[in-house]
């Protein structure tokens, strides 16, 4: 029998990817990241790495590395969109290792992008080289580079993000869905701001047609912040399309002056159209198979697309791992796929429905909703106002 290890070809060096890679590495098998841009970094903004992710990022021995350059928030908090006043807080500091198992961390992308590159090393990346698209028989698969050099493999992997060539190899093309959402998302110096402006917290404002949310990143320098509007516009699915502060400022005329006071202290201010589409049935088609936004694209409304990512990694990874020979290959990856497409879909759909309860334009159906977050934090102080119990809770790492 062939003893040798499994080699694993990833496309796309993104949070998924890396976080993937490193797990691979660690169950002994050879890995390759082909990655089209020149140089690693994420796009600035900021992104939350709740217990589920973090138990994972333990596990590959990541979260050592983040700790000095994330912040952990005391609390959720929900504001109202015009008068500021809190609907709801959910503890988090102090709760949330006790509870799920592992923290709750907020982190600009470029600090867990630089942190998962360094715990997997230089060795296994390729750089400014272009997937567009793959081969494969029974015996191999191959990735080709726009180079047209073929990266041959046991087993692809397409990680490359929400406009993926694997994905579109695999299954054709699809046109996603624009949800009528627009998003902005900027970074806040934290002395641009008066003292104690923003509060250690992961903070909501929920008004008519959009919601705002904000927290600390690079260990309390900076305040990120994430703003979504209904919009009759259409733009392009992009997170680095460049926007101003007055573009905001006027979508968001009458909110909280607090809330305009961080906007207008804004560095650098960019957009994107928010598109949705539906669950994928199967990532898999022989050697060749799909995770994080490849394989489902998600809303950003449970914060959870680069978590469903880090778990997708740790989870293939775990299956690649226990077969140490080309044999068995196929079944592994459908193992794979069955056990995370139910997670993913439900947290995809979870992600969409919660977009309506954020945005809801009648005051009476805010009213009702705002009750409920009142009576939920009388009963249960300690659980999330989006019932997330079943997402924090999840141990990709125990399975």
Same mark, same amino acid.
């Given at each position: ?70 912040? /952990?928030?005391?609390? +959720? #908090? $929900?504001?109202?969109?015009?008068? !500021?006043? *809190? ?5 988090? &500091? @102090? ?78 093309? /699809?046109?996603?869905? +624009? #949800? $009528?959402?627009?998003?902005?998302? !900027?970074? *806040? ?5 008066? &003292? @104690? ?203």
């Amino acid at each position: 029998m062939n003893s040798r290890s499994t080699k694993v070809v990833i496309a796309g060096a993104g949070i998924g990817g890396l976080a993937a890679a490193i797990a691979l590495r660690q169950r002994g098998c050879e890995v390759v990241v082909i990655e089209q841009a020149s140089q690693l970094g994420e796009v600035g903004a900021g992104v939350q790495m709740s217990p589920n992710a973090v138990k994972v990022l333990r596990a590959i021995g990541v979260e050592p590395l983040i700790r000095e350059v994330a912040c /952990e928030p005391v609390a +959720f #908090t $929900g504001r109202d969109w015009k008068s !500021g006043r *809190v609907l709801y807080r959910t503890p988090i &500091k @102090g709760v949330y290792e006790r509870v799920y198992g592992a923290g709750y961390y907020h982190l600009h992308r470029a600090d867990l992008h630089r942190a998962l590159t360094e715990r997997l090393g230089a060795g296994a990346l390729r750089l400014g080289q272009r997937a567009t698209g793959i081969e494969q028989d029974r015996n191999a698969a191959g990735l080709r580079l726009d180079s047209g050099e073929l990266v041959e493999a046991d087993v692809i992997v397409g990680a490359d993000g929400i406009h993926s060539v694997v994905r579109r190899s695999l299954f054709g093309d /699809e046109k996603p869905h +624009f #949800t $009528g959402n627009i998003c902005w998302r !900027g970074m *806040v110096p934290v002395d641009a701001l008066p &003292k @104690g402006h923003v509060e250690l917290a992961s903070s909501n404002w929920l008004g008519p047609k959009g919601h705002v949310v904000h927290y600390y990143v690079r260990g309390g320098a900076m305040v990120n912040f994430v703003a979504v509007y209904e919009t009759d516009e259409w733009t392009q699915e992009s997170w680095s399309t460049p926007s101003t502060v007055d573009e905001i400022l006027e979508t968001y005329s009458g909110w909280n002056q607090e809330l305009l006071t961080t906007f207008s202290k804004s560095e650098h201010c960019f957009k994107w159209a928010l598109y949705d589409r539906e669950p994928l049935s199967r990532w898999t088609e022989g050697r060749v198979t799909l995770l994080g936004d490849a394989a489902h694209p998600m809303l950003p409304f449970l914060a959870q697309g680069a978590a469903m990512a880090i778990e997708d990694g740790y989870e293939l990874a775990s299956k690649i791992g226990s077969k140490q020979s080309g044999a068995g290959i196929r079944e592994t990856l459908v193992e794979y796929e069955r056990q995370r497409i139910p997670r993913t879909s439900r947290v995809q759909l979870g992600a969409r429905a919660r977009g309506t309860t954020l945005h809801l334009r009648s005051p009476w159906e805010r009213m009702k909703r705002n009750i409920g977050f009142m009576l939920q934090g009388f009963r249960t102080p300690e659980s999330t106002t989006h019932r997330a119990e079943w997402i924090y809770g999840y141990d990709a790492t125990a399975r």
